[in-house]
């Protein structure tokens, strides 16, 4: 059943009150109708809870904007959402349409550092976020007394002569909840072995993250990217307010999990009594990467599960983790996102 407006609802009960469930919660198709963003399909979650988040289907099935009783989660950079077709795969250009948004996904071949191996060129972070998606379904269903909301897609990265690879995501989110999931799956379609680098760049900023914000995670061990991580390390839990000038800082954590096998990440805004975390199964994704960004304007905490680092697809392979796809073979991975509101919730995530 679900938990509103304070009270728990059967199916029935529920529907003696609205003509059409569609009135608390949904999924809604759109289409963006101006700026660079022209012409991107979104779709809009509504869980009725006041959770809500819109997942771009023309740029990699990332998730842009998201909300909680209307305080925002995530970062937005000042380029906003940018049509897939602006995308610079050469040098940094990836950085021109980069919106931000509470998930951008980085592979599916390279996350990191663009170059030149044994296999051919790659791309800065890889194109995964600037593939448009074909939909398979979307709606809402009953489950007994719960109402689930749903999207299934794919995206796919192929060329004549290069790698075939598909991810297939679903959505899944339930009405009065406060948190959703993907599954997504990926497959070699192709008839040779292919690099599988996956990264899931989830970007949470103002209001939740502010001076005195703190990130909460059973950390085993942490490393500085470099120097100017090195320098910051002391600090690392912690957000201080905005800085001109100000250099990122990434660190690479080793994280505990639960008996269930998911290890979860959290920043935590103690005066809002708010907490937005993501939660992620280690087996597939063993590696969390800090992106620690407290600069003027692009003032930004990224929490990110991957299954490699962020340093390019030759340093991965030299630390002989480059992980690899043979033919029909697929893997599965499983992320939550979610918010914790108020002290109980809040410690929840702390044990």
């Known amino acids: 059943m679900a938990k509103l407006f304070g009270k728990f609802w059967t199916r029935t009960e529920l529907l003696k009150h609205a003509g059409d469930i569609r009135q608390i919660a949904g999924v809604r198709l759109c289409e963006l109708s101006d700026g660079p963003g022209r012409g991107v399909r979104v779709a809009e979650f509504n869980a009725g809870s006041g959770f809500a988040f819109t997942v771009l289907l023309d740029r990699g099935l990332d998730i842009f904007d998201a909300s909680f009783k209307d305080i925002p989660l995530a970062w937005q950079s000042a380029r906003g959402v940018v049509h897939p077709a602006f995308y610079e795969p050469a040098g940094t250009g990836w950085m021109r349409s980069f919106g931000g948004g509470w998930l951008n996904t980085c592979g599916l071949t390279n996350t990191g550092l663009h170059g030149h191996d044994e296999l051919g060129d790659y791309e800065f972070h890889g194109r ?5 998606a074909q939909l398979s379904g979307y709606g809402g269903r009953w489950i007994g007394d719960d109402y689930e909301l749903w999207l299934d897609a794919s995206i796919h990265e192929a060329a004549v002569f290069g790698f075939n690879l598909q991810l297939t995501r679903r959505f899944t989110t339930r009405l009065g909840e406060s948190h959703l999931q993907i599954v997504d799956v990926v497959e070699n379609r192709g008839d040779r072995e292919a690099p599988l680098m996956l990264l899931y760049h989830c970007n949470f900023g103002f209001p939740l993250v502010a001076a005195g914000s703190r990130l909460v995670l059973k950390q085993k061990s942490v490393q500085p990217r470099d120097e100017a991580a090195q320098a910051g390390i002391a600090r690392h839990l912690v ?3 905005p800085q001109a000038g ?3 800082q990434v660190f690479f954590h080793e994280v505990i999990p639960e008996a269930n096998g998911f290890a979860t990440a959290a920043v935590v805004n103690d005066e809002l009594k708010l907490a937005g975390y993501v939660s992620y199964r280690q087996k597939e994704l063993p590696n969390l990467i800090q992106w ?7 003032y930004v905490l990224g929490l990110e599960p991957a299954n490699c680092l962020v340093l390019g697809r030759q340093a991965e392979r030299e630390r002989g983790t480059l992980q690899m ?3 029909g073979e697929s893997r599965e991975m499983i992320l939550r996102l979610g918010v914790a509101q108020g002290e109980k919730e809040i410690l929840a995530l702390s044990q």
């Open 128 to 132: 995964a976020s600037n593939l448009p």
């Open 239 to 241: 957000m201080e307010a």
């Open 246 to 248: 100000y250099a990122e």
């Open 292 to 298: 620690k960004q407290m600069g003027s304007g692009t």
């Open 325 to 327: 796809l043979a033919p």
